[in-house]
């Protein structure tokens, strides 16, 4: 017996109920384009084009190694969770791209919404939804869309728009689309909007009429481990009819995948960004310290929603990403792990990728990214040692922040993600927090817990949940090698750079001597904490 997962919408995995192994997989590219600075988008075609590939493939790939593609219970996706579409329902078509999740179009209408609240305090709804007012959850990318693009507004006032994230896009289109597509969502999903009270787990009135966003586009909220409908899908020689049992969002996909069931259990999972959840039991815990309260998963229909503290880094793998593309100074992302051992040092110089602002636990959208303490003995392999454990201190930076926020140390840290089959990250990361780093041999242990949520799903029942059924995944642990005054030493030269990036970007006008007034982005002398 086996569960199909669509990870994000790069790859499908297929799983083995029994064993917990891959049996087959396929993975396709997306594209992101950036039409202007900070603008970052995906087309929400290519995304369906991709699922429909990944299908094909992995199916194909069943068949060649005998395997009965009936015997396929279960299908799932975990998506990018803030991602942002808006389509019509009536043809189909998607009416924008999507905004992708780390995307900055948004911080004029973050300031506006700001400035509305008493205090101008962006943390002013964070009691109903575990959120600051930032650039990075769904409800301020969908007022952008309803204030910028007509076809969005006209198909709104018509009765035709669906908003969604990334899951819900998916789920309508194979669930049917415009013939009676399922309409949906999960809670770790809808936890990420704003628009969600995280309480009452419902879309909240009060939260809609703040962003004046209208109910009725919204989704169905459900639990992310429930049948949500068929998915028929005619592929060459295959057509598929299999039950869609699980939506959740790929970081809470990673925590059941990595098993932390149970209270004070934390994960780290290394991708694009960086993002370590504290599962906290069935009561949100809402964070004094900078870090996000969110749903993290609700395993059924009858089964209590479980929360989690989060934090956020927006720029993790995104750097080394940035290092070969835009500097040109390897040719392939792994090359960096060699550059950076051949020193073992960054020698003084101290990276802050503060590409998009900073997330947790500042929520500075004003940052921008600086390097420190550069000399002429400085190259590119410091650059590239300095690149890793940027990674390693905005992880500290975020698991200091939970320590004191639940009260308890954590005594190790789970780790996932592509990022993690870098050996000297994994020792860097051990290193800098003074912990054991806990590695499973298997690093997308997201896919995992998508496909251990759908084969639990009641109706589909493959999988089970109890602690003694839970499958064993083997790891390895990188432990700490160097004294804790040192990593104390490098994490303060570290959050001295932090505060130089700070306040960094602000709109200010002038005038010429010509009498024109510019917008004009000023560097601050001044740096505040």
């Not at 919408?9 to 950036?34: C, D, G, L, P």
């Not at 790939?61 to 019509?88: C, H, P, Y």
């Not at 999903?189 to 704003?194: I, L, P």
């Not at 990276?351 to 004003?366: C, H, M, R």
């Amino acid at each position: 017996t086996f569960c199909m997962v669509f990870i994000l919408f790069y790859f499908s995995q297929v799983f083995n109920a029994k064993t917990a192994e891959v049996i087959s997989q396929h993975q396709v590219e997306i594209k992101q384009s950036f039409p202007k600075e900070g603008w970052v988008e995906e087309d929400p075609k290519e995304i369906m084009q991709s699922v429909h590939e990944c299908i094909e493939n992995t199916c194909e790939k069943l068949s060649q190694l005998k395997v009965d593609i009936s015997r396929v219970k279960a299908v799932g996706v975990t998506n990018q969770r803030e991602t942002t579409l808006v389509w019509d329902r009536a043809t189909g078509e998607p009416l924008y791209n999507a905004i992708v999740w780390l995307d900055l179009r948004t911080q004029s209408t973050v300031e506006r919404l700001i400035k509305k609240a008493p205090g101008e305090n962006k943390n002013h709804l964070k009691h109903l939804t575990g959120l600051p007012i930032s650039t990075y959850f769904s409800a301020v990318k969908l007022r952008w869309l309803l204030d910028n693009v007509d076809e969005v507004r006209e198909a709104v006032r018509t009765g035709r728009a669906l908003f969604g994230t990334v899951d819900s896009w998916i789920i309508w289109n194979l669930t049917g689309g415009r013939s009676g597509g399922v309409h949906a969502t999960d809670v770790s999903n809808a936890s990420r909007t704003m628009l969600f009270n995280i309480h009452s787990m419902e879309w909240d009135p009060e939260l809609c009429r703040y962003f004046d966003i209208p109910m009725e586009i919204l989704p169905d909220v459900r639990s992310s481990s429930e049948v949500y409908g068929w998915m028929v899908s005619s592929l060459c020689i295959h057509t598929l009819f299999m039950l869609f049992s699980l939506c959740l969002g790929d970081q809470s996909a990673a925590l059941v995948g990595q098993m932390c069931f149970e209270e004070g259990q934390a994960k780290n999972t290394y991708g694009t960004g960086c993002f370590l959840l504290q599962n906290t039991g069935c009561k949100p815990v809402m964070s004094n310290h900078g870090l996000l309260t969110t749903v993290a998963y609700k395993l059924g229909r009858h089964m209590p929603c479980c929360y989690a503290l989060e934090g956020s880094v927006a720029i993790a793998g995104a750097v080394v990403q940035w290092l070969k593309n835009n500097m040109g100074m390897v040719q392939t992302s792994s090359e960096i792990e060699k550059l950076a051992a051949e020193v073992g040092t960054s020698h003084g110089c101290y990276f802050v990728p503060a590409f998009s602002g900073l997330y947790a636990p500042y929520w500075e959208p004003s940052a921008r990214g600086i390097i420190c303490g550069l000399t002429q003995f400085t190259n590119k392999k410091h650059l590239a040692f300095a690149a890793l454990e940027a990674v390693c201190f905005q992880t500290r930076e975020i698991l200091d922040a939970m320590n004191q926020d639940s009260g308890v140390p954590l005594t190790q840290l789970r780790v996932d993600g592509g990022m993690t089959a870098n050996r000297l990250l994994m020792q860097l990361q051990a290193d800098i927090l003074c912990i054991p780093v806990v590695r499973p041999t298997m690093s997308e242990t997201t896919a995992l817990g998508a496909a251990v949520a759908a084969g639990a799903a009641e109706g589909v029942d493959v999988w089970s949940l109890s602690p003694g059924h839970l499958p064993l995944i083997k790891s390895e642990t990188f432990q700490p090698q160097i004294n804790p005054e040192e990593s104390d030493f490098r994490f303060s030269r570290w959050k001295k750079a932090v505060q130089k990036a700070m306040n960094w970007e602000t709109m200010e006008t002038c005038s010429t001597s010509e009498g024109m007034e510019l917008q004009l982005s000023l560097v601050h002398s001044e740096f505040t904490d």
